[in-house]
């Protein structure tokens, strides 16, 4: 169970550790890189193929302003690619519009803005599909989240 975390620039970093944060709660192997699609493509590719030839089986990449990142890298794999659009511009629709709006059929997934908990959530449902202790660990933390929301909220709160 490997997750490959890649950014364009080290000021994302406060954004996309939150990923490896949740990535870590589950015990799933990742490894980060911060490569630019614009300012260094050849490296990129050179990661894309070591990380599939080191069975990373899942990609988030988080960018900002144009966010070509996600859309370059999936368009080098088969592997899926979660998109995190990250607020540079714009309150970050930039981001987000450019990474949804993908051609087909090269798709990327994409949380929301600056959401990098989420596209951690989401890869390592994506892994739960093959591992099933991966998958019994979601079920109880999804049973342990909604336990805590309706003892801290079951009884009313005060206005």
Do not use: W
């Not at 997750?3 to 015990?27: P, Y």
């Not at 894309?48 to 960018?63: L, P, Q, S, V």
């Not at 900002?64 to 607020?87: E, F, M, N, R, W």
């Amino acid at each position: 169970m490997k997750v490959a975390i890649i950014f364009g620039s080290k000021s994302d970093s406060n954004i996309m550790k939150k990923a490896a944060e949740c990535l870590k709660e589950f015990n799933v192997e990742y490894k980060a890189f911060i490569l630019s699609a614009h300012r260094v493509p050849e490296r990129l590719s050179e990661v894309i193929n070591d990380i599939e030839k080191e069975g990373f089986e899942c990609i988030i990449a988080g960018a900002g302003l144009a966010a070509h990142l996600p859309g370059v890298i999936a368009s080098q794999t088969i592997l899926p690619v979660i998109g995190v659009p990250i607020d540079a511009a714009l309150n970050g629709t930039d981001s987000l519009l450019s990474m949804v709006q993908m051609p087909k059929p090269i798709p990327v997934a994409v949380v929301g803005i600056n959401n990098a908990y989420n596209a951690g959530i989401l890869a390592t449902e994506i892994l739960s599909l093959k591992y099933p202790e991966l998958k019994e660990k979601l079920v109880n933390y999804r049973k342990q989240m909604k336990e805590k929301f309706i003892n801290e909220n079951g009884e009313g709160v005060e206005l």
